[in-house]
């Protein structure tokens, strides 16, 4: 009797992958099987790769090309966070590399503009953290591992996201604090998850500093993630702190993380992840 997992694989051929990268079987073919004297692009080479990875398609040449053994590690990119941003992400690496712990999987910090370097240590996946669309982009362009990304905003079928859930966070606050108009206190975060959370909130204010704080309507209502915030603001209590954001987003995020390393197929819904 088959098992599930073969099962599974037996579904996937070229001819799916191809159709999903939108080439023809010959040129998936060349790619999979690294024939030589084929002059294919860097980016179709990558798309083909990459939905290999993402319908779970699986043969020798592949296992190659996605990680040469597993290294039981996962590594965690970051860049540029923001000041009052760092204690927040800090406790979600913390818990991100606790939970990944349980699983056997080591969690290493990578620097974005290292993470570039094709001659770096290997890893099973990446987690990029807080990351511009356009740098997420230009990163994940450079991998045939998996890349997940945390507080990022895009559109991809391809890739997991793991953000907030706002929209729920936003009415919890209302009916919490008793408020028709609520609006986030945040941290500094990339402009397409300020544009996106607008929609969310009656006004979204992002705090560069603590002395910012004192510039905020003591008379108004908020909610916030970011305990550093919650806990220094002058009007706490006309603030729903949300205290598991980051504890969720590490538990979602490893999830995801076993799925893409063992190429489970999941549907574009569930790449999209809100907590």
Do not use: W
């Not at 987690?127 to 895009?154: C, M």
């Not at 108009?181 to 959370?197: W, Y």
């Not at 799925?259 to 549907?267: E, L, Y």
């Amino acid at each position: 009797m088959k098992t599930n997992e073969s099962k599974r694989k037996s579904r996937v051929t070229i001819k799916d992958v191809a159709k999903a990268s939108e080439v023809s079987i010959a040129t998936v073919s060349y790619v999979l099987n690294n024939t030589p004297g084929q002059s294919i692009s860097d980016e179709t080479r990558k798309k083909v790769l990459q939905f290999a990875n993402l319908l779970g398609y699986e043969c020798n040449v592949m296992a190659k090309y996605l990680a040469t053994g597993k290294t039981n590690s996962v590594a965690a990119v970051v860049k540029n966070v923001a000041p009052l941003a760092a204690p927040y992400y800090l406790q979600l690496l913390t818990e991100l590399s606790r939970l990944l712990n349980r699983r056997n999987i080591d969690l290493k910090i990578v620097d974005y503009a290292d993470g570039y370097s094709r001659n770096g240590s290997p890893c099973d996946a990446y987690i990029t953290v807080a990351l511009s669309e356009q740098e997420f982009r230009s990163f994940a362009e450079t991998k045939y591992v998996p890349v997940l990304a945390i507080d990022s905003e895009f559109q991809d079928r391809l890739f997991y996201r793991i953000n907030d859930d706002h929209k729920t966070l936003s009415e919890t606050a209302k009916r919490d604090l008793g408020a028709s108009d609520v609006t986030l206190l945040t941290f500094e975060l990339p402009q397409e998850n300020i544009d996106k959370l607008r929609a969310c909130y009656s006004d979204v204010a992002v705090m560069h500093s603590l002395g910012d704080l004192a510039t905020i309507d003591r008379n108004a209502h908020y909610a916030t993630v970011s305990k550093l915030l919650y806990d220094n603001a002058p009007c706490r209590a006309n603030i729903k702190l949300e205290n598991a954001s980051f504890a969720l987003k590490a538990s979602a995020a490893v999830d995801a993380v076993i799925k893409a390393i063992n190429r489970v197929q999941s549907s574009t819904d569930e790449h999209n992840i809100t907590v």
